[in-house]
Every structure is written in structure tokens, then in C-alpha cells.
């Protein structure tokens, strides 16, 4: 039902900038929202950012000011979202994870699925 691709991760130096894609190729019409969390080893995920269906977003406060999340520019619906990374720092280097949202009518709750996880390595 929901299927998530990422890509974009990769190696750059401090003060870079990356942009992060991730598509859902399977049913868009469930989904509440999407988003990007990481995780360092040894370390729980994180929130990044998410989007929803109409364009909302919500950042975690680390992120606010360097990252941008998107959404593709259907109107009600959610099925691609990027995350714009800027000014890179060797402390986000991690493993960068598509989040999606889907309702769950029967339960009124969401349910969360997730790609398989990219990785994003600063050096410094």
C-alpha cells in the first residue's frame, strides 16, 4: 500500500548542502502526512521535519534554520517530499529515514511507515 524511495544522501563537505527526495509509489490517497527523521547509532530516530497532505509543515527547533522540507505541488495530496539540507555540519551526519503518515479510518490514528533509510556523511 505504501511504498517509499529515497535518494539523495551521500558524502559532502562541512558547509554543504545535500537535498534529500523521497517518492511514494503506492497508495497517496491514505496519507496524512510525510517527513524525515535520522538516526545516529546508538542513538533513537529523530524528527527532522515533516509536510502533510496540505502543505504544513512541522520542524523539529535543531533544524528550523538550515533545512527546508517540500512536498510536490499536487494540491490535497502527498506523495513526494524533499528535504533541502544547507550548511552542513559533521554532527548531522546520520541516516537519514522517509517517514509517511496513513490514516488508519478504522482507529482514527496513523500509522507509520519508512523508506530504508539513506545515508548523509559530513566531513569536516
Known amino acids: 500500500q505504501v511504498q517509499l524511495v529515497e535518494s539523495g544522501g551521500g558524502m559532502v563537505h562541512s558547509g554543504g548542502s545535500l537535498r534529500l527526495s523521497c517518492v511514494n509509489s503506492?497508495?497517496?490517497?491514505?496519507?496524512?502526512?510525510m517527513g524525515w527523521y535520522r538516526q545516529v547509532p546508538g542513538k533513537e530516530r529523530e524528527l527532522v521535519a515533516t509536510i502533510s497532505y496540505s502543505g504544513v509543515t512541522n520542524y523539529a527547533d535543531s533544524f528550523k534554520d538550515r533545512f527546508v522540507i517540500s512536498k510536490d505541488t499536487a494540491e490535497n495530496t502527498v506523495s513526494s517530499v524533499f528535504l533541502q539540507m544547507n550548511n552542513l555540519k559533521p554532527e548531522d551526519t546520520a541516516v537519514y529515514y522517509c517517514?509517511?503518515?496513513?490514516?488508519?479510518?478504522?482507529?482514527?490514528?496513523?500509522?507509520?511507515?519508512w523508506g530504508q533509510g539513506t545515508q548523509v556523511t559530513v566531513s569536516a
Open positions: 503506492g497508495n497517496i490517497f491514505i496519507i496524512y502526512a
Open positions: 517517514n509517511a503518515k496513513e490514516r488508519v479510518r478504522a482507529t482514527m490514528t496513523l500509522q507509520d511507515h
